[in-house]
Nanobody, 122 residues
Framework: QVQLVESGGGLVQAGGSLRLSCAIS??????????MGWYRQAPGKQRELVAI???????NYADSVKDRFTISRDNAKNTVYLQMNSLNAEDTGVYSC??????????????WGQGTQVTVSS
């Protein structure tokens, strides 16, 4: 009923930039999108929160990406973006989108994207 379609990953040299996108495709009527976030999992490490943006557009970032990454959302397109600048090797990993949605009937959905690989070469 809720699917997330991610795009924008790839291979980039250190110091470069990438922009990830995550679009919501839903067969339900959305009352509100409570929050939208990006997580990443590096090889051999646990998944960690990279950035999250809430319905009031307040955002939080992992300390390791502050001042380099920017999360934003386009409510008209039900899409969340992650602009990643000054990438370094430690940013390598699988980036996954997560959204928390309240439907018109007040059912709630905590959905994950399939993940997109980001590889930063040094």
């Amino acid at each position: 009923q809720v699917q997330l379609v991610e795009s924008g990953g790839g291979l980039v040299q250190a110091g470069g930039s990438l922009r990830l996108s995550c679009a919501i495709s839903a067969s339900i009527i959305i009352r509100s999108i409570n929050h939208m976030g990006w997580y990443r999992q590096a090889p051999g490490k646990q998944r960690e929160l990279v950035a999250i943006i809430r319905s009031g557009n307040s955002a939080n970032y992992a300390d390791s990406v502050k001042d380099r990454f920017t999360i934003s959302r386009d409510n008209a397109k039900n899409t969340v973006y992650l602009q990643m600048n000054s990438l370094n090797a430690e940013d390598t990993g699988v980036y996954s989108c997560n959204v928390f949605i309240t439907a018109l009937n007040y059912n709630q959905y905590d959905s994950w994207g399939q993940g997109t690989q980001v590889t930063v070469s040094s």
